[in-house]
């Protein structure tokens, strides 16, 4: 299994753990990720979640190669796909998230964040969300949510032109709450984590359901109209290039289109 889960000290540990693939995201990892949130949250011994990868690489996001043998379907289908499955877990999470993330974040390595409580980022890391170069849409609410961050014209290069931009950046438009040296990120964030076993755990719950309500509706209701759109887009011809263009090393050609 390419997840790893843990809990110690209250923390529960999810670790994406396939560096040989640059962290890319399966169905089943999705479904991994999103059984042990559920777990975590579940959990009276649990005070707080953390999500992490590897030295290097937080996630390269999406498998292709399992993303297109196991698309995530259409319509009603889709929201109950793992890949869906995993985004309501951590929407409904009501503990603490901490993510820690060195290297790479890319599609939904960098949508994911827009969902903890707290993301840590290295001075090494490279976030992109480049959905239009594969054809595709944005994810995770990020249409909604990126904007809100950092305002329609820097949204629009990060979610139209696909710019990567560096944790410094992140920290600066409000994705991430601070950046520090790689070597540092995970024991940082780990002790974040550890804060809250001294904390009363049903104040916290309520003051992030606090925070979280007055989007709620319009986070999930923007899930699943990307949702929707991501899936036809997933199937039309200019998606099927870039996938192709992809598998076969070369530069995709939009100009039939």
């Known amino acids: ?60 996001g999406n498998d292709l190669e399992d993303f297109m043998q196991r698309p995530p379907g259409q319509g009603s289908d889709a929201m109950d796909s793992p890949v869906f499955r ?9 503990k603490p998230v901490v993510a820690a993330v060195t290297g ?7 949508t994911m964040l827009l969902h ?19 054809g595709l849409v944005p994810e995770f609410a990020s249409s909604l949510l990126v904007p809100q961050l950092m305002g329609q014209r820097r949204a629009a290069e990060k979610l139209m032109l696909g710019d990567p931009f560096t944790g410094e950046q992140a920290v600066e438009c409000g994705i991430a709450t601070a950046v520090l040296p790689a070597g540092e990120v995970l024991a940082h964030a780990r002790r974040v984590a550890e804060r809250f076993n001294q904390l009363p755990p049903g104040a ?26 991501f899936g036809k887009r997933l199937r039309s011809p200019e998606a099927q290039e870039a996938f192709q263009a992809f598998f076969q090393k070369r530069k995709p050609d939009f100009s039939q289109f």
């Open 1 to 60: 299994m390419s997840i790893k889960t843990g809990v110690l000290n209250g923390v529960a540990t999810i670790e994406i753990a396939r560096p040989e693939k640059k962290n890319a995201l399966t169905t089943a990892m999705y479904t991994a990720m999103g059984e042990a949130l559920v777990a975590a949250a579940a959990d009276k011994a649990v005070r707080a979640v953390l999500i992490t990868g590897q030295p290097g690489i937080f996630t390269s």
């Open 86 to 94: 995993f985004m309501r877990a951590l929407l409904e999470c009501d």
């Open 104 to 110: 790479g974040a890319i599609g939904i390595g960098t």
């Open 116 to 134: 903890c409580d707290f993301v840590y980022v290295s001075d090494e890391a490279r976030l992109a969300m480049p959905f239009t170069s594969l």
């Open 204 to 229: 916290v719950r309520e003051a992030k359901q606090l925070m979280r309500a007055p989007d709620r509706e319009r986070v999930l209701q923007t899930i699943r109209t990307e949702g929707e759109l």
